[in-house]
T-cell receptor
Framework: EDQVTQSPEALRLQEGESSSLNCSYT??????LFWYRQDPGKGPEFLFT???AGEEKEKERLKATLTKKESFLHITAPKPEDSATYLC??????????FGTGTSLTVIP | EAGVAQSPRYKIIEKRQSVAFWCNPI?????LYWYQQILGQGPKLLIQ????????DSQLPKDRFSAERLKGVDSTLKIQPAKLEDSAVYLC?????????????FGPGTRLTVL
């Protein structure tokens, strides 16, 4: 059964305290793994797409990496404006999309 | 570039009533998605259109939910009759295609409350 699991469910960081969010997946024929940011009351905002193991992408303080079983979203020296829920999604061979339940990140000034 | 538009933003109905949501995707985007997001959960894909054809509707409760995308542009999602457990945010997203250009861009969502 295709499945996406994110951990931790919630994370509180001090401003400047780097950390990583995890997304583990089991899916038949991964076509792509996606990271999104969702602010309260808004739709998810696209961050990254990763297609193959070993791939890495960066954007400002965020860096996403992918292995055959999981992806990490590394946050370096976070700021309060990075507070949001981070969602991971996978696209399976049949073009179905599955989202995880997200990690709620709070960055304290 | 205008984003994905959805309306209404909020809707409150009684159980067993009907409701419809509207979505206008980003211009030129061939693929359109409807998701249901229950509070505290990730979005769950209900239906995916490629132009005006259905690609995947395996998780759409077809006894009460229906969706259409006429002329391959706007789309409507209908619930008839609504149940309490349908209370959720309904998100519409669009993407340029189904292959490598499959980054999805989401609208603000419609928050449905069923009483």
């Amino acid at each position: 059964e295709d499945q996406v699991t994110q951990s931790p469910e919630a994370l509180r960081l001090q401003e400047g305290e780097s950390s990583s969010l995890n997304c583990s997946y089991t899916v038949s024929g991964l076509r792509g793994l996606f990271w999104y940011r969702q602010d309260p009351g808004k739709g998810p905002e696209f961050l990254f797409t990763l297609y193959s193991a070993g791939e890495e992408k960066e954007k400002e303080r965020l860096k996403a990496t992918l292995t055959k079983k999981e992806s990490f979203l590394h946050i370096t020296a976070p700021k309060p404006e990075d507070s949001a829920t981070y969602l991971c999604a996978v696209q399976a061979r049949g073009n179905q999309f599955y989202f995880g339940t997200g990690t709620s990140l709070t960055v304290i000034p | 570039e205008a984003g994905v538009a959805q309306s209404p933003r909020y809707k409150i109905i009684e159980k067993r009533q009907s409701v419809a949501f509207w979505c206008n995707p980003i211009s030129g985007h061939a693929t359109l998605y409807w998701y249901q997001q229950i509070l505290g959960q990730g979005p769950k894909l209900l239906i995916q259109f490629q132009n005006n054809g259905v690609v995947d509707d395996s998780q759409l409760p077809k006894d009460r939910f229906s969706a259409e995308r006429l002329k391959g542009v706007d789309s409507t999602l209908k619930i008839q009759p609504a149940k309490l457990e349908d209370s959720a945010v309904y998100l519409c997203a669009s993407s340029l295609g189904r292959g490598i250009f499959n980054e999805q861009f989401f609208g603000p969502g419609t928050r449905l409350t069923v009483l």
